[in-house]
């Protein structure tokens, strides 16, 4: 039996789980997510990673691999580090065993995955540098609009007239929604066409990197963001070879990456225990 | 006498590194009237010559990620890289006035046509091209080199004002060989115990040893070793790299850093290769300058620079390090534009694919600041072996 934890330190958010491993059984004993507004990410990490300790009941010496991942390797007692993207993976695979492509879009960008069936990535690429794309963009408008977080997803599946928004440059889309509010536009339909743009993005990163009809798990913070995932099943609808993809998200997309650090973590624990390499989490 | 801690050993390293005025070197000329100072540029010079004739040898790396270059770049093509142009830099904004003579050794073009350009800036500096063999043959390459070096030592003496004798050459080889020894029980630590002697600290250790006097940094890392030997640094589950092509232009310290918070112990590299160009003791008997040219025929590390004649045994240099240093893997870090390093790349991408050992490659500057990219690769790279090597 191992006891892992697995820790992700996003741009947002910091998530962090626990999970008891025995042989192919794979339980979830408890998760904990703290927004960072402002504060110092390692200090939440500690938190965080405290929080689900005593939720899951259990006490930090019995954990055996602690599992960084995101902006998490400066955390001084973890045991090893798994690349974003890799804990994504396998945190998707986890929470839905059909997956065949991850898109895991945050605050800060979008990535596109292929796995194959170990969650091995075969295949990835991440939007450029520009922020329209992110979800700290979305949160912005939210704000300039005075809408509540949780309810960009609730209005913009009520849009029924959508407004183009430029999916090139951050600074651009935001005077585009300026001129849009002075118009009178409604709110469900900016938000729509902010979706809509996102979404045209990412279904051309999809497609860039060879999806075709397979199960696509929206992960990251956007991933319970309902507007973007009906914007991006009405994109991929419209593009040619993408249409038979299915685009699904879960109550705990958010926490993927963590999952997928934990999950990693154990296979690793394993793996030396084999080699009689034995580490403890430190 | 107290003992130092890692931390101020590291930190005394680190300001002698970020020091592009070279106050330790004009502080140890200063001391005593009529002291000399010789600079050299990667790869390789015989250190033991410039001790012999009693000045100090000062390692110039280029300007790293601290200098800004605002005349260098006047100097070379954008298709060059950027030691030679900050190398310039440092010179023509004084900050090597102090210097008495500059050696290039033979690397690429571009170091020996900087060599020219130095001639023609600071026509009352000594500054000297200094070749080395490709010919590793006794009677070839062996006699090229050893006339190299007499001739060296003879330009020593006209700058010394005085003779320098074959025993004072002897106890300078005596002097390095301890250095050596140093800086392999450096290494040894770094692959024994990789989490209590990070690559980034060891780098800063070994770049010491280009400003200070011989006899000062063999203390200097021995107090290192004591130190990290005693430390208690948790054990990461990191993946075992080789870090390669670093042997002329150097990497920023960030890049090391970036490196080891992506998951990896780099626990051999070619940095600061003056260091550890010679593989062990020199021979103290009989004829120094002899001897010195023997160690660099048949005694010396491999590189892209140094030309390999047996097709059969390049690039097994590498791959005997990554299996002496129960390495996983190996990244390439070439320096953009670096002839060599790049050049030699292929091949041997080619022998660790037979020899079945993982690798990445990138491309740097000793000025890169923009350590993103780099970490997405060396995080899948260690990803990878951690979770699908077969070991």
Known sequence: ?282 | MTEKTVSEIVSRCEALYEDLYFNAAREWKAAKPGRKVIGFMPLYVPRELIHAAGMLPLGIMGGGDNLEVIHGDAYYQSYICRIPRSTIELGVSGRLDFVDGMLFPSICDVIRNLSGMWKMLFPDVYSKYFDVPQTYRDEIGGEFYTNEMREFLHDLEGIAGRKITDDDIRASIAVYNENRRAIAELYALRQSQPWNAPASEAYLVLRAGLVLPVEEHTQLVRDYVAAASAEQRPVKDNSRVVLTGMFCEQPPLNLIKSLELSGCYVVNDDFVLVSRWLMDDVPTEGDPVHNLSQAFLHRSMSTAAKYEPNEAEKGQFLVRQVRDANAEGVIFASTSFCDPALLDRPMMQNVLKAADVPFIAFKYAENSGQMQPIREQAGTFVDSIKLWSAA
């Open chain 1, 1 to 282: 039996m191992t006891l892992t934890a697995g820790i992700d330190v996003g741009t947002g958010a910091v998530k962090a789980v626990i999970f008891r491993v025995e042989d192919d059984k794979e339980e979830w004993l408890s998760k904990c997510s703290l927004r960072i507004r402002s504060r110092d990410p390692m200090q939440l990490a500690r938190e965080a990673f405290d929080q689900a300790l005593e939720d899951a009941g259990v006490k930090e010496e019995d954990i055996d691999y602690v599992a960084t991942t995101g902006e998490g390797e400066s955390i001084p007692f973890h045991t090893g580090h798994f690349y974003s993207m890799t804990s994504h993976a396998r945190g998707a695979q986890f929470l839905n065993p059909e997956t065949g492509a991850i898109l895991d879009s945050g605050a800060l960008h979008g990535r596109a995955m292929i796995i194959d069936e170990k969650g091995k990535v075969i295949n990835y690429k991440m939007t450029s540098q520009c922020a329209s794309g992110s979800g700290q963009f979305l949160e912005n408008i939210a704000r300039y609009l005075g809408i509540a977080q949780d309810e960009i997803g609730s209005l913009s599946v009520k849009g029924d007239d959508p407004e183009e928004v430029s999916s090139i440059c951050a600074v651009l889309a935001e005077t585009d929604v300026i001129n849009m509010v002075s118009r009178g536009i409604s709110a469900p339909n900016i938000l729509k066409g902010i979706h809509l743009s996102m979404a045209s993005r990412l279904a051309r990163l999809l497609k860039s990197i060879g999806v075709k009809d397979d199960v696509i798990m929206m992960t990251g913070g956007m991933g319970l963001d309902e507007g973007l995932c009906v914007a991006l099943r009405e994109s991929l609808a419209k593009m040619k070879g993408m249409d038979g993809a299915t685009v699904v998200n879960h109550p705990d997309s958010i926490f993927a990456g963590a999952i997928g650090a934990a999950l990693w973590g154990a296979f690793r624990y394993e793996k030396l225990a084999e080699s009689g390499q034995l580490l403890k989490a430190s």
